[in-house]
């Protein structure tokens, strides 16, 4: 192994010796209540549905697709990338970079915060803190996927209906 | 706020479609800015996605772009086909910084940065780079509705002032100059390199309108029918003669007027030679980041703004004690760093990057100023060398900081030719494509470096990673890719971290003194407000800046409480945005009320930077609204700032120190 691969292993596993895992733990659960606090979206959310018009009738489900598809793409790497023996933080902090200013982008907000303690923990080359920090990513990945999903589904039925998708009204 | 999702529209700018407009041809723009031309460079599918839709809505003309070399190709098929471009920052292919001094030098069109990443440090890198704003993801409507004022904004400062030369009506000098000496096929004309618009300026139905409204009219609309102004492209032989020009001056007293008449082309205007200047400096100001104790020479080309910066390019030192302090150094590190930091000046880079440690090792370990250690060597190279040995005239993002340290310690005073060439060299390189890299420069510095890079790469791989180039050692383009990907680690992994910052990202330091320049993030649903308002409504809803490593705060350097300040900071603090809370403490807004606090590591120390005031700034204070930072910069209070930082950074040293 490269020198350097084994010295960043070194760092590694000397860290994790100070750092008490469970502490790791504590920090991300004390953030995993916040996230539950907060909403699963955002209003950066609603500012896609404004763009959404009868020029763009889809544009709102077009969007949040694409971010699906990348999204996944992004997870996909992070694991692969968290499992190396030696983590290249180089690599995955690009990743997380991207997944914060997508996420942030449609709105899911709690995916976006979830983030920026990943962002953290790569800074701090935290190997179990990262690990952590993409379970729970995924984790909210995978709720505001199924949110929205479902909400697709209630708009394509009451569309489907002949009726119209009702205005949201909501005091930001 | 109500919110009407079925109903769209009815965001973009008033008016009705854009009338026809060929690209290059007559200036007939009916519904200002609507069918401003964008272009949009992301690659991140879904924020280009999400943009492209926006800009849409505002009525621009949006073309769109996943890779920044396809942009640059496009601009460059196309060199009138678009009036702005808005970038990310990090991108794989090419660092949005990069495409950044690349439009500006050889297109010369305005670019809006934008990124997900607020941090203080790639905020100022964006201002320094020229950027006429940076804006924060997630971008709103709003932010984007008002871009059009930059291109506004950079025409009219290019166009004739009345002043002296000239008023319009009279149908002074330099428009009837400009007339005859405009051909159909620019490309022809050498000396004046003034492209054909000026036909359709001059001709278009509007002139006389124009003419007398020019006067400082500041309306909207003519103002925009004016922005098919004739735009110089400024040749490697134009960029030279400018350059002559202004040495023969002297830097400090080159004024427009004065060039413009040594130079003596024809159809060359004086606000062309103006705007051209200004960037000129900007290069020149960058290259020369010097560090107080080298003052003396670098001074000379800087203006008195800069020399506050001075101290803070050659930060080195200080990067090493980040980097010790995340516990990520081990100990033959700690001791290579003890003995860099005993040496070591009171200097903090500008952004906190490492990136001019390569340079400031030397300054550590012989620290003596007026010794032109380099300068000579590289001045005489320099000579010899042709002008376009600039590194494939590719300024890269990162460079310039990275230079700006190491250049503090390569010129010598008063070896202006050496920064000059450079900048000639730079504008050189613009006048084709990306310069073929096999330029036969001799590369002056290698001579030079080469002694100096086996102690970096011993010492710093990261570093030296960086410095290894040559090329890049003193000049403004360099290759930025050889940087990045060079690795010399033989010690720490946290420079490891470090180089991060280089290719694709900047991998934020948890210390990131870097420059504190107070950055304004500004919502579109808060109305803007002071930075120092901001500073505190911020401050007020923490408990304390957890990830505040480097702040005398946090005096236990112990690796667990460094890690856990996050645990106990979360629970007592209070959701707010953490990028704001990191980088700037600045409030945020509403979309994130929720912040995880336990994030951004020490970014925010720079919180403390009370003594900032904002400064309106170049990028004006204009309705940039929604997401768009402003960043003023106060120099000397930053300065200040700066200096205060690195006291706390040579106290967290010795605490760490001790305790490994």
């Given amino acids: ?172 | 706020m109500m919110m009407n999702p079925s109903q769209g529209r009815g965001l973009g700018s008033g008016g009705g479609s854009s009338s026809g407009r060929n690209k290059g041809g007559e200036a007939v723009v009916e519904m200002f800015p609507s069918g401003l031309r964008v272009l949009v460079v992301d690659d991140d599918p879904t924020c280009l996605m999400i943009l492209e839709r926006m800009l849409r809505t505002c009525l621009y003309e949006v073309t769109k772009c996943n890779r920044a070399e396809m942009a640059l190709s496009l601009l460059r098929k196309n060199k009138h086909g678009f009036d702005i471009v808005i970038s990310d920052v990090h991108m794989p292919d090419m660092d949005g910084f990069k495409l950044l001094e690349h439009v500006g030098l050889e297109m010369d069109l305005p670019v809006i940065m934008m990124s997900a990443d607020d941090s203080k440090s790639v905020v100022l890198k964006g201002v320094t780079h020229g950027a006429v704003d940076y804006l924060i993801k997630p971008v709103r409507m709003e932010a984007l509705k008002n871009i059009w004022q930059h291109v506004v904004r950079k025409r009219r400062s290019e166009w004739s002032v009345p002043e002296h030369s000239g008023s319009i009506e009279e149908t002074g000098q330099h428009h009837q100059q400009r007339g005859p000496a405009v051909s159909e096929d620019a490309a022809d004309d050498n000396a004046s390199s003034v492209n054909n618009e000026g036909n359709n300026w001059r001709s278009s139905s509007n002139n006389s309108r124009k003419r007398k409204e020019e006067e400082g009219d500041e309306q909207g609309d003519e103002d925009a029918s004016n922005l098919k102004k004739p735009r110089v492209v400024w040749s490697v032989e134009l960029h030279q003669q400018f350059v002559a020009a202004v040495n023969q001056l002297g830097v400090e007293k080159a004024v427009p007027k004065k060039i413009l008449e040594l130079m003596n082309v024809p159809g060359l205007t004086r606000e062309n030679v103006a705007s051209h200047l200004q960037k000129y400096r900007i290069y020149l100001r960058r290259l020369g980041g010097v560090s107080q104790h080298q003052g003396n020479l670098n001074n000379s080309f800087m203006t008195g703004q800069d020399a506050s910066f001075g101290p803070l390019s050659s930060l080195n030192g200080f990067d090493l004690q980040a980097l010790a302090v995340t516990g990520q150094l081990p100990a033959q590190s700690l001791a290579q760093l003890q003995a860099a930091g005993l040496g070591r000046p009171a200097m903090v880079s500008k952004s906190g990057l490492p990136v001019s440690s390569v340079v400031d090792e030397r300054s550590i370990f012989s620290f003596d100023n007026s010794k032109p250690r380099f300068g000579d060597g590289i001045g005489g190279h320099q000579t010899q060398q042709p002008q376009m040995n600039l590194l494939h005239g590719v300024p890269t993002g990162m460079e310039p900081r990275q230079l700006a340290g190491l250049q503090q310690q390569l010129p010598v005073g008063g070896n202006r030719m050496s920064i000059q060439q450079q900048i000639a060299a730079v504008r050189a390189g613009h006048s084709g494509m990306l310069m073929p890299q096999q330029q036969p420069f001799p590369r002056g510095p290698p001579s030079i470096r080469q002694p100096m890079l086996p102690n970096r790469i011993t010492e710093r791989s990261g570093f030296s990673g960086r410095s290894s180039v040559p090329e890049s050692s003193r000049v403004l383009p360099t290759s930025y890719t050889n940087l990045a990907t060079q690795q010399h680690s033989s010690t720490s992994v946290a420079f490891n971290s470090f180089q991060q910052e280089l290719p694709v990202n900047s991998f934020p330091l948890p210390s990131a003194p870097g420059l504190s320049v107070p950055a304004q993030v500004r919502k579109p649903l808060s109305s803007s407000s002071s930075y120092q308002e901001e500073v505190n409504s911020s401050e007020a809803g923490f408990t304390a800046p957890s990830y505040d490593m480097f702040s005398n705060r946090h005096n236990d350097w112990d690796l667990r409480s460094i890690a856990f300040d996050s645990h106990q900071d979360a629970e007592s603090v209070a959701f707010s945005n953490s990028e704001a809370f990191s980088s700037s403490s600045m409030s945020r807004d509403n979309n994130n009320n929720a912040t995880v606090a336990a994030t951004d590591l020490g970014r925010n120390q720079q919180q403390t930077l009370s003594g900032m005031v904002p400064h309106h700034q170049v990028y004006g204070n204009g309705g940039g609204g929604g997401s768009s930072v402003r960043v003023k910069s106060e120099r000397d209070t930053a300065a200040m700032a700066f200096h205060e930082q690195y006291s706390n950074q040579e106290d967290l040293m010795s605490a760490l120190l001790k305790q490994v």
């Fill in chain 1, 1 to 172: 192994m490269e020198l350097v691969q084994m010295q960043k292993s070194l760092q590694d596993y000397t860290k994790s010796l100070f750092l008490d895992n469970l502490k790791v733990e504590e920090s991300v659960l004390g953030v995993i209540q916040k996230l539950e606090f907060m909403g699963v979206l955002d209003s950066q959310f609603l500012q896609l549905q404004q763009l959404q018009d009868e020029s763009n009738p889809h544009f709102v489900s077009q969007v949040v697709t694409l971010f699906f598809q990348d999204s996944d793409r992004i997870l996909n790497d992070l694991s692969l990338s968290l499992d190396q023996q030696v983590v290249d933080f180089k690599k995955v902090y690009p990743h997380v970079h991207q997944l914060k200013g997508s996420s942030s982008s449609i709105g899911a907000q709690r995916v976006k915060n979830a983030c920026v303690v990943f962002r953290s923990f790569c800074e701090q080359q935290n190997v179990e803190g990262c690990h952590r920090c993409l379970q729970q990513v995924k984790k909210e990945y995978y709720l505001v996927k199924n949110r929205l999903e479902t909400l697709f589904k209630l708009e394509q039925q009451i569309v489907a209906s002949g009726g119209m998708i009702p205005a949201m009204e909501l005091g930001f």
